[in-house]
């Protein structure tokens, strides 16, 4: 994760419409709000943002409110996308809304979680595993994945790697981090590995 600093200016600006539209439509106080990165580093063109809202802007604090809100566009790009190529949700054929909406909604579940794991991989790649995973899915995950063996660490980070990997991600050192395809494709792995896991124990009360 890098850090930018930006040099930051806001203004208002009236828009009006058309000649032949003014007295149709009114004129709109806009907030233009412009952000342009300071000594980028070599080697990068530096970030400038050229924002436009009808949101209000009265002071710099609430620019950088709303710079922030622009900041988590990718995130949310990223979880449409998920939800799109990988829950698919425009391929539904389901005969009713009301079945509709309730696999959608299911899929946004689904799709928030990978969009979660992938972020959590980045931001907090420290973090318990436990916190994620079950033990089931951890011991097949150390189980399919001989790197694990060698590992004295377990922590979060591995562990998602672990996963990726079941979806296809090569984990070469000069790979950037997983992201939810690779992720998404491990996790349908996993889950099938964990169904697997469980339909082979012999029921209770009989002999293995």
Not at 68 to 88: D, S, V
Not at 149 to 174: E, F, H, N, P, Q
Not at 186 to 202: T, Y
Request: proline letters at 7%; hydrophobic letters at 40%.
């Amino acid at each position: 994760m890098r850090h930018a600093t930006c040099d930051m200016r806001h203004a208002t600006m009236t828009v009006r419409p058309p000649i032949g539209k003014q007295k149709k439509y009114r004129h709109q106080e806009l907030q233009i709000i412009h952000a342009e990165e300071l000594d980028p580093p070599e080697g990068r063109a530096p970030i400038c943002w050229k924002l436009i809202t009808n949101l209000p802007v009265s002071n710099h604090a609430d620019a950088v409110h709303k710079l922030e809100w622009y900041a988590r566009r990718w995130k949310i790009e990223t979880f449409f996308r998920t939800l799109k190529t990988g829950c698919r949700i425009e391929e539904l054929r389901l005969t009713t809304v009301n079945r509709l909406a309730d696999c959608i909604a299911l899929c946004c579940v689904v799709a928030w979680r990978l969009s979660w794991l992938t972020i959590l991989a980045r931001e907090a790649p420290v973090a318990s595993p436990a916190a994620v995973f079950t033990e089931a899915e951890r011991n097949l995950l150390d189980r399919s994945t001989p790197t694990l063996k060698r590992v004295t660490s377990r922590d979060l980070a591995i562990y998602i790697r672990a996963v990726a990997r079941l979806g296809g991600y090569l984990d070469r050192a000069a790979d950037p981090p997983p992201g939810t395809t690779v992720i998404w494709r491990g996790m349908s792995r996993l889950a099938d590995l964990v169904e697997g896991a469980r339909i082979s124990r012999p029921p209770l009360g009989t002999c293995g």
